[in-house]
């Protein structure tokens, strides 16, 4: 169901299973929790729901077409340490089969999710085996691509800790002067839930650096008293989360390529869904590419949703290199 909107722009209809959740043990969780228990589960705020979720099925997902083309390329990591962040940060850099470092490449940055780092910012992937993917039986063409610690801030800036300053002024020029996002080779940028909301909040900042954002689950808040209420980490304040509300700032994206999944069954689903509905018209004629269809915020999804990401990143970052 692929960018398939319903009559109210891109809603989908109710389920039988709010009556599977008060049947099947979501009564247990209202009882500790008090007369909110039941709202809060559904939203993923209070453990339960992916149990639930899986119990009836609402997670199932097909599983994703693709195999390595060829064994995959060389993968390096390497430290330095981020004025930005005000720390040593780790990275890791994959180069796709045949290729390797001294080559110019387009580049991919993948923004890791909440309590992860730059070793596992993809789902069930390797940079290296990542770039070296076939969605759909199609080789990617050739791209890098190169993951970073940014800490469990959300992707932006917090007192003493500034991850878009780090991607921006110390991650992208070290690794352009290795030729990777050099030159006419573009940098797209990707990511999974909280590294998803960091990919579209790359791009709305930084719209001339990024030539194309992939969104997979991205966690997307559509008030600071929300994202509060369910990480306080999130943002450093409500002028921050203002500052840096990716559905506020949509119209920054008028000249970028936007690809964003979710589940149906995803917590976050809400708020993706306002951000869709915040894309401005692409001038330049190229719709966003909107896949929302059955899912949870869960490792099935994600899975399915990386090769056609890196697809549609591909085809952009390689079509002027």
């Not at 009559?7 to 299973?17: I, M, Q, T, V, W």
């Not at 045949?98 to 999710?113: E, F, K, N, S, Y």
């Not at 469990?152 to 002067?177: F, V």
Request: hydrophobic share 40%; charged share 15%.
């Amino acid at each position: 169901m692929t960018g398939t909107r319903t009559p109210d722009g891109l809603s989908r209809p109710a389920s039988r299973r709010r009556f599977l959740r008060y049947a099947l043990g979501g009564a247990v969780l209202v009882a500790a929790a008090g007369a909110a228990g039941f709202e809060l589960v559904d939203r993923g705020v209070l453990p339960g729901k992916s149990e639930l979720d899986q119990l009836d099925g609402a997670c199932d997902v097909p599983a994703p077409d693709f195999t390595p083309y060829a064994p995959p390329g060389p993968q390096y990591s390497g430290t330095f340490y981020s004025k930005a962040r005000n720390t040593t940060v780790g990275y890791t850099v994959g180069y796709p089969p045949g290729h390797g470092p001294g080559d110019r490449l387009p580049l991919v940055i993948a923004l890791h999710g909440f309590g992860a780092n730059h070793t596992d910012a993809l789902s069930g992937l390797t940079p290296a085996r990542a770039v070296a993917l076939r969605p759909g039986g199609v080789p990617l063409p050739p791209l890098a691509l190169v993951t970073v610690d940014g800490g469990g801030g959300y992707w932006n800036p917090h007192p003493g800790d500034n991850p878009q300053a780090m991607l921006t002024g110390e991650l992208i020029p070290l690794c352009q002067r290795e030729g990777l996002g050099a030159g006419a080779n573009g940098i797209g940028v990707m990511g999974i839930s909280m590294g998803g909301y960091g990919a579209i909040l790359l791009a709305e900042k930084y719209p001339h650096l990024v030539r194309a954002v992939a969104a997979i689950s991205p966690a997307i808040w559509t008030s600071y008293a929300e994202a509060e209420g369910a990480n306080p980490g999130a943002y450093a304040s409500a002028a921050d989360f203002t500052q840096d509300d990716a559905v506020t700032h949509a119209a920054a994206l008028a000249k970028i390529p936007v690809r964003v999944a979710s589940g149906y069954d995803d917590p976050f689903y809400p708020g993706v869904r306002a951000f869709a509905a915040a894309l401005p018209a692409n001038p330049g004629g190229v719709p966003a590419d909107l896949a929302f269809a059955r899912g949870c915020h869960t490792g099935p999804f994600f899975n399915a949703q990386e090769p056609p990401s890196l697809a549609f990143l591909a085809r952009y970052l390689t079509a002027q290199a």
